[in-house]
């Protein structure tokens, strides 16, 4: 069972270039969503989705945009990269409710020079 | 507003039991997770409360008091492997998760 994947898992970026974070899931979960965590600091949710063609701001949405065309896949988009954008970055899904448990990808350890 | 409090990090020795509090103030409760988090991966599930008490699961228990606010993670027969830092989280009113710092466990032998 792969479950959630995500890539990449480590890259650096200079200021101002852009790269997609990708995350797939397999188990047909309607409910996903994108997560950064800084260090000393708890999950911070950026984006979610409750399913295909429906997406919807987080927390802290600023820099960053997401699509859902399928169910599976739900990438990240950094446009303009900048220095506080710097972090580990993490895709997790649920089946339906927000009260079942979370399925984490592996994480994304992203710098931004 | 909304704030989840609990301790940076803890020490306890291998074979022994330690107790992990969270104190939380949310707008609305709809539940509280604990997830364990080894450096450098993801969170995963460990348990899920939203009714007051003790729920058992091995080695680890979680509880919960809903009118204080309040719930603890109990790791019992604590194995090296067990190192890692645990999240407290709870779900408000309006389903949203709000993420406590996490507090990170060291194991010694």
């Known amino acids: 069972n792969a479950g959630v994947t995500q890539t990449p898992k480590f890259r650096i970026l200079k200021i101002g270039q852009s790269m997609t974070l990708q995350c797939t899931q397999d188990?047909?979960?309607?409910?996903m969503y994108w997560y950064r965590q800084d260090p000393g600091m708890g999950l911070k949710l950026i984006y979610y989705?409750?399913?295909?063609?429906?997406?919807d701001k987080g927390e802290v949405p600023n820099g960053y945009n997401v699509s859902r065309s399928t169910t599976e896949d739900f990438p990240l988009r950094l446009e303009l990269a900048a220095p506080s954008q710097t972090s580990v970055y993490f895709c997790?899904?649920?089946?339906?409710?927000?009260?079942?448990?979370?399925?984490f990808g592996s994480g994304t350890q992203l710098s931004v020079l | 507003g909304q704030n989840i409090d609990q301790p940076t990090e803890m020490t306890a020795t291998e074979g022994a039991i330690v107790q992990i509090n969270c104190t939380y103030q949310?707008?609305?409760?709809?539940?509280l997770f604990w997830y364990q988090q080894h450096a450098g991966e993801a969170p995963t599930f460990l348990s899920y409360?939203?009714l007051d008490g003790l729920e058992e699961k091995g080695r680890f228990s979680s509880f919960l008091s809903r009118s204080k606010g309040y719930s603890y993670l109990l790791l019992k027969e604590l194995q090296m492997k067990d190192s890692a830092s645990y999240l407290c989280?709870?779900?408000?009113?309006?389903?949203?998760?709000?993420w406590g710092a996490g507090t990170k466990l060291i194991i010694k032998p």
């Open positions: 997790a899904s649920t089946r339906t409710e927000a009260n079942e448990k979370l399925f």
């Open positions: 188990m047909n979960h309607n409910y």
């Open positions: 989705s409750v399913g295909a063609g429906i997406t």
């Open positions: 949310t707008s609305g409760f709809n539940g």
């Open positions: 409360n939203v």
């Open positions: 989280v709870t779900l408000d009113s309006n389903y949203q998760l709000i």
